[in-house]
């Protein structure tokens, strides 16, 4: 038994992904709509060309979400989900499917309508429970991290606070040259660090927004990519854990790292042949949901050293023209995180930069990117790692 | 057959309102002192359920069969609360339980109550007795009252032997809630003073004196208690009893706290007493009862985990609009986040123990504690070798922390914290009752029963931690 991985196996042909922002005037079908018909005319082919579609969104119940407003011919729709990594996971499951064989096109899309609840994030209705769950916001899971990074590796309070910050201002900084991210100003460190407290020691600027979005990649077998495309991108590893639960179970657990995410990492690695990610990764986009994961994740995927990713932090080597670009495109942070759309959102700067499309942001010859994605809070939660290449 | 007090529990809250802060806001003549406040997790269950588990660790191997839960104050008018105390503090199944309410004599009465049932049944009866007086703004009744709880094991090995009992009641208008009022209404002052609670108080103490064959001056300490403090004063008087008999009513540091206030006198008074006292304690409301106590020799080497009096010392003070707030008496917006839900049946029963023992598991394989009970191992992956584990009573510390600014909640920040069990074992959840910013890697915890919230009428109870008091 193993995770063999599906190297040069699947290739990205076609991409689409609409502006993330406060989309008051369209709904998740105009969503829906957009991202993927982007996809099409990115890969030269009419709807009816694809044979089976991916769909991730939270809390839907069936294929019909995509299938029904794009008019979608009596072809295979499945519906995934997998918290925040649930747009990662409609990926993965549409290059399994045409590694096998079983399909020749596929799309995998995700989208997510976040601003029309009137409740800022996520709102999912628990099942039937006993009440001994918890009342914990998704930034207080978060935050977490911060007391027992800080403490750990000795970085007082303000210094932590100091480090936090300027993963924001640099991902507001790349998110400035991105017309397609929802917050397109760089924000001053003192805005960042006086920001109203979330969850101590966060402030709102310590937090991705909130945001509609829908994002969209159409795969097929590598053989065929040229029929679509002269510059497809090329899947090197996919790799998509859930972990036991054990942070909030067990004493072993720090909350300084993410099990789920150094697993899925190695995995992603090893199907690569990826062995020193510091020096062979050309960018990355990280889940940065808050800033103290995008501190933690940089360790977690083996960007620095253990307890030393602050100081990789303040020194720079993660901003766009540092050694290894983290969140080229703005992150979370400047998108915002429409959950099922982030993880092809992410994919799609990928896409543009493999490609040499990013623009202002463009990073010189890139090789090989990696998409991270996870979802539930520290100690219990899924990861997906992604590298990918031309 | 001796029958008495074997061993008692109480409960003051945390949080203290001072008389001066409500005056200021409303403009109005400010008491003395401070008045003791249940704090926005809490009620008459939970805080019984606090006492009642202080009375049960200082009488470890009772056997409980009856309990009983007294209070005006019940968080449901229909449904057993004392079947909630009884979860709490993980009694067995096979117990007679009810609810003891309607007036703040109850506690008292549910004491005497008790020793009938040892009496006749045998066995230890546990008496879980809780006020969360709730008054209008303005009123005598919101300066003078308070809030706490105070639990009794009676049974055959006294450390305080019930040596009389007297009872009257009187169909009698003074202070009268009709169900779904949220604050009582009250007769004129003088008409009760003069021909309610001085004589019916008055014959009930001399019932059960002359039962006793005893003179007021032999009496070590005396517990008087009335709605209006005045009748005890002058049937004190009356009575040719000095002051310094009079127990302090704690009026200047915990209110009057209803149903559990004689009772809660009685335990500061126990704490302070020696083998050979009697201790007479009276309670009037629509009549009154009278007991009489022996202080018994297993007194002296009986030791309170908890006294009232450090309850009285460790406190923290509340703003009286909080506390307007957390009564639901003054409307505040609610935070832009989904109402939480209630609890569903099915899976409260099946997680019993869990949910209101805060009972987890152990592996018999590796000897692993973890909470909530699991089947599989989280350490050797083992399946069903669990037996259960009880973490209630353990210390904890806190493995890390933060203050939750938008979680919903009465009483923001909420404070959310991993704590890790001395002996194995880690809990995530609340932490109550402390001051949020001086929250530290490192604290040292102990549980405590709460309601965490209530939604479509249901009461959510659990567990959180709070700095050890």
Redo the contacts between chains.
């Keep these: 038994m193993a995770s063999n991985g599906i190297r040069d196996r699947v290739a990205i042909v076609g991409m689409g992904c609409t502006q993330f922002g406060e989309h008051w005037d369209k709904g998740p079908d105009d969503l829906l709509i957009d991202a993927a018909y982007q996809a099409y005319e990115s890969a030269g082919v009419a709807p009816n060309d694809v044979d089976a579609y991916w769909l991730g969104t939270m809390g839907q119940l069936s294929g019909l979400t995509l299938s029904v407003p794009l008019k979608i011919d009596y072809k295979p729709v499945t519906h995934v989900e997998n918290f925040c990594a649930t747009g990662s996971e409609a990926l993965r499951q549409a290059c399994y499917a045409v590694a096998s064989g079983a399909y020749d096109l596929a799309m995998a899309i995700g989208v997510e309508k976040l601003k029309d609840s009137g409740y800022s994030g996520l709102v999912v209705s628990s099942p039937a429970n006993d009440g001994t769950l918890g009342n914990m916001s998704a930034p207080a899971s978060f935050s977490l991290l911060a007391p027992a990074y800080f403490k750990k590796y000795g970085l007082d309070p303000a210094k932590g606070k100091e480090v936090l910050a300027r993963i924001a201002w640099k991902n507001h900084r790349n998110g400035a040259k991105n017309p397609r991210a929802q917050f397109r100003k760089e924000v001053p460190m003192e805005a960042i660090l006086n920001s109203p407290k979330v969850a101590d020691p966060l402030g709102v600027m310590d937090c991705s927004g909130v945001a509609d979005g829908s994002a969209a990649a159409i795969v097929c077998r590598a053989e065929d990519a040229q029929k679509y495309t002269r510059h497809p991108i090329f899947i090197k590893a996919l790799s998509f854990v859930a972990g036991p639960g054990e942070g909030p179970l067990a004493q072993d657990y720090d909350f300084t790292t993410f099990r789920e995410v150094v697993a899925s990492a190695k995995d992603a690695y090893t199907q690569a042949g990826v062995s020193d990610p510091r020096k062979e990764i050309s960018m990355a986009e990280v889940h940065d949901c808050f800033t103290p994961t995008e501190l933690v994740l940089y360790e977690d995927l083996g960007f620095s050293p253990r307890g030393t990713a602050w100081q990789d932090v303040m020194s720079g080597f993660f901003d766009l023209d540092g050694g290894l670009p983290v969140n080229p495109d703005g992150g979370l942070k400047s998108f915002g995180h429409p959950i099922g759309a982030s993880g092809l959102r992410m994919m799609y700067e990928m896409w543009l930069q493999l490609r040499g499309e990013a623009g202002p942001r463009q990073i010189e010859r890139p090789t090989l990117g990696l998409t991270h994605n996870l979802g539930g809070a520290p100690g219990r939660c899924v990861s997906f790692v992604s590298i990918v290449g031309r | 057959m001796t029958v008495g007090i074997a061993s008692y529990g109480s409960y003051v809250p945390y949080r203290r309102l001072k008389r001066a802060a409500i005056a200021e806001v409303l403009g109005i003549p400010a008491g003395k002192g401070e008045r003791a406040v249940a704090s926005f997790d809490e009620d008459s269950v939970s805080m019984a359920v606090e006492a009642a588990r202080d009375a049960l660790r200082a009488a470890p191997g009772t056997t409980v069969r009856t309990l009983l839960f007294a209070t005006t104050t019940p968080p449901y008018a229909e449904k057993l609360n004392a079947a909630l105390v009884g979860a709490a503090a993980q009694l067995p199944l096979e117990i007679r339980a009810a609810d003891l309410t309607g007036s703040p004599r109850v506690g008292l009465t549910a004491l005497l109550q008790a020793a009938d049932a040892v009496g006749a049944n045998g066995g230890s009866a546990l008496v879980a007795i809780a006020d969360c007086r709730l008054a209008a703004p303005e009123g005598k009744a919101e300066q003078a009252g308070g809030d706490a709880g105070v639990a009794f094991v009676v049974g055959e090995d006294p450390i305080a032997e019930i040596v009389a009992s007297a009872s009257v009641t009187r169909e009698f208008l003074d202070t009268w809630r009709a169900p779904g009022e949220r604050f009582a209404h009250t007769w004129e002052e003088r008409f009760a003073l003069t021909q309610a609670y001085g004589p019916l108080l008055g014959a009930a103490v001399k019932r059960v004196l002359e039962q006793a064959q005893c003179a007021p001056s032999s009496l070590a300490r005396i517990v008087l208690d009335a709605p209006n403090p005045r009748a005890a004063d002058e049937l004190a008087r009356g009575a040719k009893i000095a002051p310094e008999q009079l127990a302090d009513p704690l009026a200047l540091t915990v209110g009057q706290t209803g149903a559990a206030h004689a009772p809660l006198v009685l335990a500061s008074v126990l704490a302070a007493a020696k083998p050979g006292d009697l201790i007479l304690v009276a309670s009037a409301g629509d009549g009154a009862d009278a007991l009489l106590l022996k202080v018994t020799a297993r007194a002296a080497s009986y030791t309170q985990p908890r006294s009232v009096g450090r309850l009285i010392e460790s406190k923290g003070d509340v703003a009286y609009a909080r506390y307007l707030k957390w009564r639901e008496i003054l409307p505040t917006e609610p935070p832009?986040?989904?109402d939480?839900?209630?609890?569903?049946a099915?899976?409260?029963l099946?997680?019993e123990t869990?949910?209101f023992g805060f009972v987890g598991s152990r592996c018999t394989a590796c000897g692993?504690p973890?909470?909530?009970p699991?089947r599989i191992c989280?350490?050797c992956g083992t399946r069903d070798r669990m037996t259960p584990h009880p973490f209630a009573d353990l210390p904890a510390k806190v493995?890390?922390?933060?203050?939750?600014?938008?979680?919903?909640?009465l009483n923001p920040?909420?404070v959310?914290v991993?704590v890790?069990f001395a002996g194995?074992?880690?809990?995530?959840?609340?932490m109550t009752d402390c001051a949020?910013e001086k929250v530290q890697?490192g604290d040292e915890v102990e549980m405590t029963f709460r309601r965490?919230?209530s939604a479509g009428g249901v009461h959510?109870?659990?567990w959180k931690c709070r700095p050890r008091r």
């Design positions: 832009r986040r989904p939480p839900d209630r609890p569903a099915p899976p409260m099946r997680s869990w949910k692993t973890q909470l909530p699991q989280i350490r493995a890390t922390f933060t203050l939750d600014r938008l979680a919903y909640s920040p909420t959310n991993v890790d194995g074992g880690r809990f995530l959840g609340e949020p890697i965490m919230h959510n109870y659990f």
